[in-house]
């Protein structure tokens, strides 16, 4: 887990730092044990412990699990949104045509 956490970029160190602190602090507050939401959540209870502490190798798909038990899954589907990607938006819009001409000779279907 070491190796693999220590080549993450730091702003995504940080980030996945926080999302386990939240996820085990949102487990905690509903006081389920590990073993239960281990088993609610379809994953086994190391995998959770991992995910407790920030292990970058535990899947997406065991997050949303875990996340979906919690009852907290309403923004996982905003997590790379379009919409909120500020620089994808920017470099699109570079790209935009700077006319848009009709056709002299407009095809008719038949």
Not at 19 to 38: C, G, K, Q
Not at 78 to 94: F, I, K, N, W
Request: proline share 5%.
């Amino acid at each position: 887990m070491t190796d693999q956490k220590s080549k993450l970029p730091l702003p995504a160190k940080r980030a996945l730092d926080k999302l386990s602190a939240d996820i085990r602090d949102a487990r905690r507050r509903r006081r389920i044990p590990m073993a239960l939401m281990a088993q609610r959540a379809g994953i086994g209870r190391m995998t959770l412990v991992r995910m407790e502490q920030g292990d970058p190798a535990v899947s997406m798909g065991a997050y949303a699990r875990v996340l979906f038990v919690l009852g907290l899954t309403a923004r996982l589907d905003e997590l790379a949104d379009a919409s909120h990607d500020a620089t994808g938006l920017a470099v699109e819009e570079e790209h935009l045509p700077k006319r848009i001409r009709t056709s002299r000779n407009p095809k008719t279907s038949t």
